[in-house]
């Protein structure tokens, strides 16, 4: 096993609450465990079509070996 410090940036999405949930409970550079499904992207910049990998997120959750958390359940609209 070999730990790897290097700064990782993913193209991640997270939609409706859990994304609204993300933006209130994380900071940029907070250490994540991203669960989800994997597909490519492509677009246009300057003539040249580039692609890239996004990961678009089931559920987020802060990396408890670098950090403590307090759960807060959030009402659901509709939750029986």
């Known amino acids: 096993f070999v730990v ?3 700064a990782k940036h ?3 999405q997270a939609w409706f ?3 609204q ?9 907070t250490r994540v465990v991203v669960v989800g ?5 492509s677009y246009d910049k300057d003539g ?3 692609y890239r990998r996004i990961l678009k997120a089931t559920s987020v959750a802060p990396d408890l070996a670098y ?3 307090t759960v ?3 009402p659901r609209e509709n939750s029986h």
């Open 17 to 19: 609450h859990l994304g």
């Open 67 to 69: 950090a403590r958390a």
């Open 4 to 6: 790897d410090d290097t």
């Open 21 to 29: 949930n993300v933006l209130a409970s994380l900071v940029k550079g």
């Open 37 to 41: 499904a994997e597909h490519t992207e």
């Open 48 to 50: 040249q079509l580039v």
């Open 72 to 74: 807060t359940p959030v």
């Open 10 to 12: 993913h193209n991640v």
